[in-house]
């Protein structure tokens, strides 16, 4: 069985491999970067790191809601850069067996499916599977590189 972090966006779940789950934290100020695309917010300084902070509602093109006390930030690993994706709510660590995941479907390349790796059903629930490293592609991946090291 292997382990997810499910979250919620808006009445959605989703989960990523805990795995790459380095910690989570409460919403936090974050300092805006210019000329960056619409979902990513800015950095935030994590006990001296500077981390870029990505919203994932906004990367999913869902309407923008204010930040609340259970908004959360997921600092994730990304091809050994820490990345934060910023979600309505942490749900809880499932175990969820392979056979229980689906492949999505694909409907085209430019379907927000792509950054799903696969589709759980959990009793009445659905759960996306995201792949934390198809968040960004590899342009946006090297830009927060070079964010975070100013």
Do not use: W
């Not at 000329?35 to 906004?58: F, H, K, M, S």
């Not at 850069?81 to 067996?97: A, C, H, K, N, Q």
């Not at 342009?139 to 927060?144: F, G, Q």
């Amino acid at each position: 069985m292997d382990q997810y972090l499910t979250f919620i966006l808006d009445e959605d779940h989703y989960g990523i491999d805990i795995s790459s789950v380095i910690e989570i934290i409460g919403i936090q100020k974050i300092t805006q970067m210019p000329q960056q695309p619409e979902y990513v917010n800015g950095v935030i300084n994590l006990r001296g790191r500077i981390i870029p902070t990505l919203d994932v509602r906004a990367r999913f093109k869902k309407e923008r809601v204010p930040y609340d006390e259970r908004t959360c930030i997921i600092v994730v690993d990304v091809q050994e850069t820490m990345i934060g994706f910023i979600v309505d709510r942490v749900d809880e660590v499932l175990g969820i067996s392979p056979e229980s995941i689906s492949s999505p479907p694909r409907f085209n390349q430019d379907f927000k499916g792509r950054y799903v790796n696969g589709i759980a059903k959990i009793e009445d629930s659905i759960i996306m599977i995201l792949e934390s490293a198809l968040l960004l592609s590899e342009d946006e991946l090297a830009e927060t590189q070079m964010m975070k090291e100013g």
